[in-house]
């Protein structure tokens, strides 16, 4: 097999709890990996300390820890650890995820095989804060988008990618501007984007362990950032006009509107479930019937306006 140099960049943020175990995964690879990176975006925490700790311990490793001079915000934190990665291949993982041992040897073989990719994703199990698995991947079909199929993709997935999965070729990655300057979803706006010009796939297998905990619960964000949530969801349709044909424009948009209505829907739902604001839940239900009128008459919609009232269990 040909060698191909791989870095794995870490973004973080008051990591403290998980940082160590992630950095743990990556020197565990069974296809070694040639640069970890790690971009703290000024931490509160013991995040740097650990790091230093953890690179001290493993000098025979290419290991390098950037440190913010202020916080630049999650997207461009990811944009840093992007540019700073001069290896074939990259791949950006969350600092509490978890690379399976042969992450990196199998996405190799793909793009040994597959030198035309520009990335390839997996799927994920999920497992707790303490690291005990709570969701078993089930997938066992891989996924190929040939260039320009941006319907299919988006049908398939409705955009997302589970972002630690994903290893970029940076040949033909870095020929498109990487993530827009946007709050929200800047990986689920991008992927559309190198499909109009490449190829990707999503590999069946669980690549990574992803971690899910209370403290990740975001509904006091989607309180917070309904404007935001808006903006996203208007950009998600303009992935729509770069389909070749107006067929392929219409049902595309078409299929963008029905998917952003059961988001909005459904995150109205789950804002009135925990926090019980009916201002805020009704306005993301209004955003949801104004993209997708017929949304009102599936069954999701009944069984959410059901569950937002607990008479639906």
């Known amino acids: 097999m040909m060698s191909k140099t791989v870095t794995v960049s870490i973004p973080v943020y008051n990591g403290e709890k998980f940082i160590l175990s992630t950095l743990k995964s990556v020197l565990n690879q069974t296809y070694k990996v040639n640069k970890i990176i790690i971009c703290d975006n000024v931490s509160t925490d013991n995040t740097v300390l650990i790091a230093n700790q953890f ?17 630049i915000g999650f997207q461009n934190n990811f944009i840093k650890c992007y540019n700073l990665a001069k290896t074939d291949f990259l791949v ?4 509490d995820d978890l690379l399976k041992p042969d992450c ?42 040939q260039k320009g199929e941006i319907y299919e993709f988006i049908k398939a997935t409705s955009s997302y990618l589970p972002f630690s999965t994903v290893m970029y070729n940076l040949k033909f990655c870095r020929e498109i501007e990487y993530f827009e300057e946007v709050s929200l979803g800047p990986d689920e706006l991008y992927w559309p984007v190198l499909l109009q010009q490449h190829p990707i796939a999503i590999l069946s297998d669980s690549l990574i362990d992803n971690r899910s905990y209370e403290g990740q619960l975001h509904i006091k964000n989607s309180i917070k950032m309904f404007g935001e949530y808006v903006k996203y969801f208007d950009q998600k349709l303009t992935r729509a006009n770069l389909e070749t044909t107006v067929e392929r424009q219409f049902i595309t948009k078409k299929l963008i509107r029905k998917q952003v209505a059961t988001i909005s829907v459904n995150l109205g739902q789950e804002i009135f479930h925990y926090s019980r604001n009916l201002k805020m839940s009704s306005k993301y239900y209004f955003y949801g019937i104004k993209k997708y009128k017929k949304i009102v008459f599936t069954r999701f919609f009944l069984k959410s306006i059901l569950k937002s009232f607990s008479l639906y269990n």
């Open 92 to 95: 950006i993982l969350h600092a």
């Open 104 to 145: 990196i040897e199998k996405q190799i073989n793909f793009f040994t095989k597959h030198p035309e990719y520009a990335l390839v994703g997996g799927n994920v199990d999920v497992i707790d804060a303490n690291g005990k698995l709570s969701i078993k991947n089930n997938k066992s079909e891989d996924l190929y988008f």
């Open 55 to 71: 690179i001290d311990d493993h000098k025979e490793f290419d290991i390098k820890l950037f440190i913010n001079d202020k916080n």
